[in-house]
């Protein structure tokens, strides 16, 4: 059983810091991409960052030169820094990733989320 646990929001001033951790525990083969998402009160759940296994990037226009995705391959764990941050990144966020426990089965799995507020 594979399980996927975020941790690092909280409340933050508008233009602080925030750095999210999500680290993936169980039988695990290997880890393909992973991938944070958020969802802000009654919004849909929108795709912020994308990182291959070997490191190459994507973001959302909305996100573009504030946040940073990463992942430390040997501890199974993505990172999202969460810079300049606005009101409007008030979201629940999630990980996500693309992980194989057997042999040619390729799963896709989400964590149970972590609160980000941005609020003076």
């Known amino acids: 059983q594979v399980q996927l646990v975020e941790s690092g929001g ?8 925030l750095r999210l951790s999500c680290a993936a525990s169980g039988s695990i083969l290997s880890i393909y991409g992973m991938n944070w998402y958020r969802q802000g009160p009654g919004k849909q759940r929108d795709l912020v ?5 070997s490191g190459s990037a994507n973001y959302a226009d909305s ?6 995705i990463s ?3 040997a501890k199974n764990t993505e990172y999202l820094q969460m810079n300049s941050l606005k009101p ?18 390729l799963r896709n799995y989400w964590g149970q989320g972590t609160q980000v507020t941005v609020s003076s």
């Open 71 to 73: 992942r430390d391959n």
């Open 63 to 68: 996100v573009k030169d504030r946040f940073t």
């Open 10 to 17: 909280g409340l933050v001033q508008p233009g602080g810091s």
């Open 88 to 105: 409007e990144d008030t979201a629940v966020y999630y990980c996500n990733a693309d992980i194989t426990v057997v042999v040619g089965t």
């Open 49 to 53: 960052a994308t990182i291959s296994r």
